[in-house]
T-cell receptor, first 113, second 111 residues
Framework: DAGVTQSPTHLIKTRGQQVTLRCSPK?????VSWYQQALGQGPQFIFQ???????QRGNFPDRFSGHQFPNYSSELNVNALLLGDSALYLC????????????FGPGTRLTVT | GEDVEQSLFLSVREGDSSVINCTYT??????LYWYKQEPGAGLQLLTY?????DMKQDQRLTVLLNKKDKHLSLRIADTQTGDSAIYFC???????????FGKGTTLSVSS
């Protein structure tokens, strides 16, 4: 049973560029959340997708956007990258019923230069 | 608002017990969690506890919840060098959509 997978593993971008990160949820899961983890910090909630719609959003600017596909996979897009966007981006998935069991992927390390 | 606080560092010797503490502010939290993060890796769900429970035990892990004081602890029995990692406490927000994390406790186990 495959867990949560994310791609790419690492990414280096320049300020002002745009980036797309991808996530495939654990088998049987239909809800995907994205988190940003800056160095030395705990993860911060960006948003959650369910039934292809953004269900809730954390305190992030609208440069951060997302999408969920019919197969439940998801993308996180960040426009106009800033140096402060450098972080580990984590995807988490769960089912709609067992909301208390949320599993994380290995993350994508984004470096903005 | 919702906030989670943890001590930042804990050092123990192999074979000892480790106790990692956490306090949270949202008394309406339904679930509280412990996640483990090894260097360069994602988060591994260790255990969680429902707010109507006081204790949960899972092999070497014991979670204690004091809802009155909004205090959560994780005890690791017979700590091994492989337990060295960052441990995050988290609460599920009121909407049941997002996890609110502490900054993590770095556990260092020496042999």
């Amino acid at each position: 049973d495959a867990g949560v997978t994310q791609s790419p593993t690492h990414l280096i971008k320049t300020r002002g560029q745009q980036v797309t990160l991808r996530c495939s949820p654990k088998s049987g899961h239909d809800t995907v959340s994205w988190y940003q983890q800056a160095l030395g910090q705990g993860p911060q909630f960006i948003f959650q997708y369910y039934e292809e719609e953004e269900r809730q959003r954390g305190n992030f600017p609208d440069r951060f956007s997302g999408h969920q596909f019919p197969n439940y996979s998801s993308e996180l897009n960040v426009n106009a990258l800033l140096l402060g966007d450098s972080a580990l981006y984590l995807c988490a998935s769960r089912t709609g019923t067992r909301i208390y069991e949320q599993y994380f992927g290995p993350g994508t390390r984004l470096t903005v230069t | 608002g919702e906030d989670v606080e943890q001590s930042l560092f804990l050092s123990v010797r192999e074979g000892d017990s480790s106790v990692i503490n956490c306090t949270y502010t949202d008394s309406s939290s339904t679930y509280l969690y412990w996640y483990k993060q090894e260097p360069g890796a994602g988060l591994q769900l260790l255990t969680y506890i429902f707010s109507n429970m006081d204790m949960k035990q899972d092999q070497r892990l014991t979670v204690l919840l004091n809802k009155k004081d909004k205090h959560l602890s994780l005890r690791i029995a017979d700590t091994q060098t492989g337990d060295s990692a960052i441990y995050f406490c988290a609460e599920l927000n009121q909407a049941g959509t997002a996890l609110i994390f502490g900054k993590g406790t770095t556990l260092s186990v020496s042999s």
